[in-house]
């Protein structure tokens, strides 16, 4: 504090000495009025005193305020920018654009801003990393790579100890399907042996028949839509689903009831023939299975309306079932995301098997008995192999939920219909899409070749019809309409005379070539 001697009066004013004092000047203040008061005492000491009084002076007595050193906060600011610029001179960053833009993302921040070229982009990093540390990119690095080293463990194959009844089944599935794979290849062999004028007189007499298909018979089938229908080994009969839970079987070609099967609670997913059913099995053996959205599977004789035995196991709904050729064997597909293999010989679930990420819609069974196809709501299917129990096909392509599959006779093609309106046929030799039909204008619900040679395809949908494609060539022959609901299960009688459709409008009808 410096305290200024104010004189009135006749008092001299104080000699001022040009000199620069440091510190506080109290000291020397009270030297210099105590000097003054010597020399006037008396008027000097009364105007002292009076601007004391008056309070024009002040005089500290012995207290001191010490001033903090506060910084402003814009000088801070400034060090802390000048200290930001010092780190990010050191740091190193890569001038390959590819590595900046990976690093700019595993920090979490945009790749590229609008106008930004590669020169300030790589600025952005290094100003980025000169916040957050150098140590930060690296960190983040350490973290992907850990993830995706989890991620790796994840989708590696495991295995689980299979059951004896399973070896021996599959033993059993090798010794069924080689020889059979041999005959079906000595047949392609005879047929190719075949002249090429013959061939495509046969091939034109086909189309000109499918192009005269018409609807020979419609028939109520119940009264809620039927969701399947599928045709006797003799083509003698025809079985109908239906989503009041009861399954029919209808005499062909003439469509009169022969039996109602009651067992189902809920609407039934499928029904299907055995496949020697009508031909060469007794009438008290089983000769249908069929399926529920409660997840029951029945299995039936024709003798009567009540089935002879339940298949449990499954507590999500099952959406379809398939016998496998030699009719040991009945697959189950599940939207518990799994299908399941039954031995009938010893009644038993002889193979439970994952893979698909979401619910598993449809399985069929390739001619041979070696393989069997799924597809799901994962929008993938998988081809397997039943004596080896490895997926040998990935089938990646549609781009919404696969609803049907079906393979050609000649055992090397597989067609499945999806929720994406197409139908694509796979080549399993070289394991890719062999082409695309652009089918239907709404989901496809199913899909079949023709039994005996596979030289068509018929595909049926949502958009209320069905519809026939020449194989190979995939040019539409004919358009089954007639149907006022969304057809919902397609089939080709085995003798490739009839065509079946059955439709959300409770009917189902026959189709024939005149």
Request: aromatic share 8%.
């Amino acid at each position: 504090t410096v305290s200024v001697a104010l004189s009135f009066g006749n008092a001299a004013p104080a000699v001022k000495k040009s000199r620069v004092f440091y510190g506080s000047l109290e000291e020397k203040e009270r030297e210099r009025l105590s000097s003054e008061a010597a020399s006037s005492a008396a008027s000097g000491s009364d105007a002292v005193k009076a601007g004391i009084e008056a309070g024009n002076i002040n005089i500290s007595s012995g207290e001191t305020l010490e001033m903090e050193e506060r910084v402003s906060e814009r000088q801070q600011e400034a060090l802390a920018a000048f200290e930001r610029r010092r780190r990010a001179r050191q740091i190193t960053v890569s001038t390959d654009d590819a590595e900046v833009k990976a690093g700019l993302r595993a920090l979490g921040e945009p790749i590229t801003l609008f106008g930004e070229g590669p020169a300030d982009r790589r600025e952005r990093l290094r100003s980025v990393l000169s916040v957050v540390g150098p140590d930060a990119l690296k960190k983040s690095r350490r973290d992907e790579e850990r993830a995706k080293r989890s991620q790796d463990e994840c989708q590696q194959t495991w295995y689980h100890e299979g059951s004896a009844s399973l070896k021996d089944a599959r033993l059993w599935l090798a010794k069924y399907s080689l020889p059979r794979a041999m005959r079906r290849l000595e047949a392609a062999r005879a047929q190719r042996d075949v002249t090429e004028a013959t061939r495509t007189i046969r091939q034109q007499e086909l189309h000109k028949s499918l192009r005269n298909l018409n609807n020979f018979c419609s028939q109520i089938g119940d009264d809620r839509p039927i969701s399947f229908c599928h045709f006797s080994a003799d083509s003698k009969m025809l079985a109908t689903a239906s989503w009041s839970g009861l399954c029919k079987l209808w005499s062909v070609p003439d469509c009169n009831l022969i039996r109602t099967l009651r067992g189902h609670n809920t609407n039934v997913g499928a029904v299907v023939f055995r496949p020697q059913a009508g031909v060469s099995l007794d009438q008290s053996d089983v000769n249908l299975a069929s399926c529920a959205a409660d997840g029951s599977v029945k299995l039936w004789n024709l003798e009567s309306d009540e089935p002879v035995a339940d298949i449990e196991g499954h507590s999500e709904r099952v959406s379809r079932v398939s016998w496998h050729p030699s009719g040991r064997f009945l697959g189950t597909t599940s939207y518990d995301r799994s299908w399941r293999l039954w031995d009938l010989e010893v009644q038993e679930e002889i193979l439970h098997q994952e893979g698909h990420s979401k619910g598993v819609h449809d399985i069929h069974f390739h001619p041979d008995g070696s393989l069997a196809a799924t597809g799901g709501l994962d929008s993938f299917g998988r081809v397997w192999d039943l004596r080896t129990g490895r997926c040998v096909v990935f089938l990646e392509g549609h781009l919404k939920e696969i609803y049907s599959l079906h393979f050609s006779p000649n055992g090397y093609h597989l067609a499945t219909g999806s929720g994406d309106n197409t139908c694509k046929v796979w080549e399993l030799r070289n394991r890719k899409c062999l082409y695309t039909v652009p089918a239907h204008q709404n989901l496809l619900s199913a899909v079949r070749f023709q039994p005996t040679d596979g030289h068509f395809l018929l595909t049926g949908a949502y958009d209320n019809t069905a519809k026939v494609w020449s194989h190979p060539g995939w040019t539409p022959l004919k358009t089954l309409a007639g149907h006022e609901g969304k057809v919902m299960g397609v089939d080709v009688s085995p003798d490739g005379k009839l065509i079946a459709t059955c439709s959300y409008d409770r009917t189902f009808k026959l189709w024939l070539s005149e």
